[in-house]
Nanobody, 120 residues
């Protein structure tokens, strides 16, 4: 089970930190990712982190503004979002993968999502 938290309302230029707590799986065996879906748009990859924390990946649209991290001792993955833009507004999902990190089809477990709203 993956449970996201930390979403809410932020002003453009502001910050939010999302968390995703995992249970019922061996967290350290899984690569973790964040995806988002805005109304009327397809779900898109935001960021991914390998199980060993040695590699991170970002969508071009968030590179330099968002940071993914994980704490394997706490079974939690984070997404620090800085310099938020109105176009970042979406429902954000965390997901767990035993395979790749960039494609939604690689992920076998998904959370329910947390809403991020950015006011301009």
């Amino acid at each position: 089970q993956l449970v996201e938290s930390g979403g809410g309302l932020a002003q453009a230029g502001g910050s939010l930190r999302l968390s995703c707590a995992a249970s019922g799986l061996t967290f350290s065996r899984y690569g973790m990712g964040w995806f988002r879906q805005a109304p009327g748009k397809e779900r898109e990859f935001v960021a991914g982190i390998s199980r060993s924390i040695s590699s991170t990946y970002y969508a071009e649209s968030v590179k330099g503004r968002f940071t993914i991290s994980r704490d394997n001792a706490k079974n939690t993955v984070y997404l620090q979002m800085d310099s938020l833009k109105p176009e970042d507004m979406a429902l954000y999902y965390c997901a767990a993968s035993l395979f790749g990190l960039r494609e939604a089809s690689d992920y076998g477990y998904w959370g329910q999502g947390t809403q991020v709203t950015v006011s301009s």
